[in-house]
């Protein structure tokens, strides 16, 4: 018996999940890179103003990458055309928007900002742009 060579994909749609798949093996290599820097960081430094701003970055690159998966993750479980049509762009936009809002209640923990009220409408205003951000995708016309 002599297995299929092609793809159950159109070609487009199969160039579309190599990208997302990409995509999210970067996403590995970023949450190892940011981990692994984040605990170098944390044990052989002094919390000066730079390394501060290290912090924040690599907090949030390693959130970043470890969120990637899972959002591809949960668009493949739930999304109604199993995530065969979805930009690999948007899976590391709405990655980083996990990794922005840990970075932002990290920093709005240092002067005692960050409150549960506080974070849940930070999260529910990072939501509704990426919300209008896919909503807009979705009005453009793109001929096929």
Not at 4 to 22: K, L, M, N, V
Not at 42 to 64: C, D, E, I, K, Q
Not at 69 to 98: C, D, I, M, Y
């Amino acid at each position: 018996m002599v297995a299929p060579t092609e793809s159950s994909f159109p070609p487009r749609f199969d160039s579309i999940y190599r990208a997302q798949i990409s995509a999210v093996s970067a996403g590995v290599l970023l949450a190892v890179g940011g981990w692994s820097g984040l605990i170098w960081l944390l044990s052989n430094a002094l919390p000066t103003v730079p390394n501060r701003w290290a912090f924040y970055g690599l907090v949030h690159v390693a959130l970043t990458g470890t969120a990637l998966p899972f959002v591809h993750l949960l668009h493949k479980r739930f999304s109604r055309e199993h995530a065969v049509t979805l930009e690999p762009g948007v899976l590391v936009r709405q990655a980083n928007w996990v990794g922005l809002f840990g970075a932002a209640c990290i920093w709005l923990r240092i002067p005692r900002l960050l409150s549960l009220p506080m974070a849940i409408v930070l999260m529910i205003a990072l939501i509704i742009i990426e919300s209008l951000l896919r909503l807009r995708e979705r009005m453009q016309w793109r001929p096929e």
